[in-house]
T-cell receptor
Framework: GNSVTQMEGPVTLSEEAFLTINCTYT??????LFWYVQYPGEGLQLLLKATKADDKGSNKGFEATYRKETTSFHLEKGSVQVSDSAVYFCALRDGNTDKLIFGTGTRLQVFP | KAGVTQTPRYLIKTRGQQVTLSCSPISGHRSVSWYQQTPGQGLQFLFE???????NKGNFPGRFSGRQFSNSRSEMNVSTLELGDSALYLC??????????????FGSGTQLSVL
């Protein structure tokens, strides 16, 4: 079945460091891909999305490119801030069932 | 515009009891979906309701059920609680639902602890 695999956390970085959180997926067809972020004590918020191969989603300095050849959707940011500390979830929408399938989440901790 | 509201924020129950969680979507949103979040499994899809009808269902036992009212508010019920049901339960709302790839708006969740 369809699935999403994320790198395990926590990822610990200093402020202004470069961030990569890896995400790979297994799916039939052409799923839509998403990154959601969950700040402490809050629900999830959509960070960015891409709906077809080679699309790049971007928001708040974060970017991710839909790579069909490597079945990946890695999240990147050039310079992280303390306020980026949160849990990041990669997800796909199953094109057959419309269900959202999430990865297990990666906790990012940014220190000043 | 008010966000997605989930009540209660915290619940403590014992094994064998049942529990009902509530979710009020953003005004105008007709789709409500529910998710279970645990440290080991991440987020898992429970079900989606649209216009009072269940449109999609995840792989959970029949002890997990839900419904949606005419005002789009949704409730989720878990009967015969087990220790493994301890989790953060999140609901999300959107205008027309998961099939449209539209943005989901999540509530802050209900933290259920089963003792």
């Amino acid at each position: 079945g369809n699935s999403v695999t994320q790198m395990e956390g926590p990822v610990t970085l200093s402020e202004e460091a470069f961030l990569t959180i890896n995400c790979t997926y297994t799916a039939t067809g052409y799923p839509s891909l998403f990154w959601y972020v969950q700040y402490p004590g809050e629900g999830l918020q959509l960070l960015l999305k891409a709906t077809k191969a080679d699309d790049k989603g971007s928001n708040k300095g974060f970017e991710a490119t839909y790579r069909k050849e490597t079945t990946s959707f890695h999240l990147e940011k050039g310079s992280v801030q303390v306020s980026d500390s949160a849990v990041y979830f990669c997800a796909l929408r199953d094109g057959n069932t419309d269900k959202l399938i999430f990865g297990t989440g990666t906790r990012l901790q940014v220190f000043p | 515009k008010a966000g997605v509201t989930q009540t209660p924020r915290y619940l403590i129950k014992t094994r064998g009891q049942q529990v009902t969680l509530s979710c009020s979507p953003i005004s105008g949103h007709r789709s409500v979906s529910w998710y279970q979040q645990t440290p080991g499994q991440g987020l898992q899809f429970l079900f989606e309701y649209f216009s009072e009808t269940q449109r999609n269902k995840g792989n959970f036992p029949g002890r997990f059920s839900g419904r949606q009212f005419s005002n789009s508010r949704s409730e989720m019920n878990v009967s015969t609680l087990e220790l493994g049901d301890s989790a953060l339960y999140l609901c999300a709302s959107s205008l027309v639902g998961l099939a449209a790839n539209e943005k989901l708006f999540f509530g802050s969740g209900t933290q259920l602890s089963v003792l």
